[in-house]
């Protein structure tokens, strides 16, 4: 679960400018103070993140709520860090501002102040547009200095509708993603990622600038089921609202199919996102 947080969490990544329309772009995400999430009625926020900069505009660091802070390092436009509490990180390798490898790291229990990269993303794209992911598992060995790996090849797979993201797999489950009619706005950097349920940091981090080609459109519903069995297992629905060309809250409606009674229970989520003045 901290390892969940900290992914979700480090997805607030600023971005590096290499021409006029990137420091257009940089500019307004580094309006961005402050993102919060809610689910029902419920005062308390799944999650509140501070994001504070560096003078180049990229992120200096988080502060969450919860869980504590959350440090970046840059290493010439190539690496990013990302280090979190209790020796956990996270490593991103760059080509051209592309994403083209994540490491996540944790400490081996068995060997003490020991550290290793528990897993590994390999992305491809197809020109600007995010293909597949190949995925490593690696786990130490009890009592050893030793490791076990796992290796999927095309574990995440994203097939493209135009210039949208229209069906997200794994395996036998499909995630379908149905859009509006309106253009996403530049600064709204949504994006259909690793994951069944689309109510997460990572979904509309700004992380995403890094991922190539994003969704030309604002997406309206989402939706998952197994295959061959085409039941739908989960459903969102979006909703917006806008200051201007910013969007300010994210509200997301979630029926889930798959209760032990054959019944269906619903959820509503919203996102705030809160900007300089």
């Not at 679960?1 to 997805?11: D, V």
């Not at 300010?248 to 705030?272: K, V």
Request: proline share 4%; hydrophobic share 30%; net charge negative.
């Amino acid at each position: 679960m901290k390892r969940l947080t900290l992914l979700m969490l480090a997805g607030l990544i600023g971005l590096a400018a290499c021409s006029s329309d990137d420091d257009d772009k940089k500019i307004k995400l580094n309006k961005l103070t402050k993102v919060t999430c809610y689910k029902n009625s419920e005062s308390a926020p799944v999650f509140q993140v501070e994001i504070y900069y560096n003078p180049d505009g990229t992120i200096s660091r988080l502060q969450d709520a919860e869980k504590g802070k959350l440090e970046f390092t840059y290493v010439d436009k190539k690496k990013l860090t990302v280090s979190g509490p209790e020796s956990e990180k996270i490593e991103y390798a760059l080509n051209n501002n592309f994403i083209t490898q994540m490491k996540t790291y944790a400490l081996n229990p068995y060997a003490e102040n020991t550290v290793y990269s528990n897993e590994e993303y390999t992305y491809t794209y197809r020109r600007d547009k995010l293909n597949t992911a190949d995925k490593l598992i690696r786990w130490p060995l009890e009592n050893s200095l030793q490791y076990e790996t796992r290796t999927y090849s095309a574990y995440d797979n994203y097939t493209w509708e135009g210039n949208n993201i229209n069906r997200f797999s794994q395996e036998t489950k499909e995630m379908i993603y149905e859009y509006m009619p309106d253009k996403r706005p530049e600064n709204l950097p949504f994006m259909v990622l690793s994951a069944f349920s689309p109510i997460s940091f990572d979904a509309f981090s700004p992380i995403n600038f890094y991922r190539g080609a994003l969704n030309a459109q604002l997406v309206s519903r989402a939706y998952w089921y197994q295959v061959p069995n085409t039941d739908i297992s989960a459903e969102y629905l979006f909703d917006y609202t806008f200051r201007n060309e910013y969007v300010t809250t994210i509200f997301i409606e979630e029926t889930d199919h798959t209760t032990n009674n054959g019944g269906m229970n619903t959820y509503t989520i919203h996102l705030e996102y809160n900007y300089q003045n």
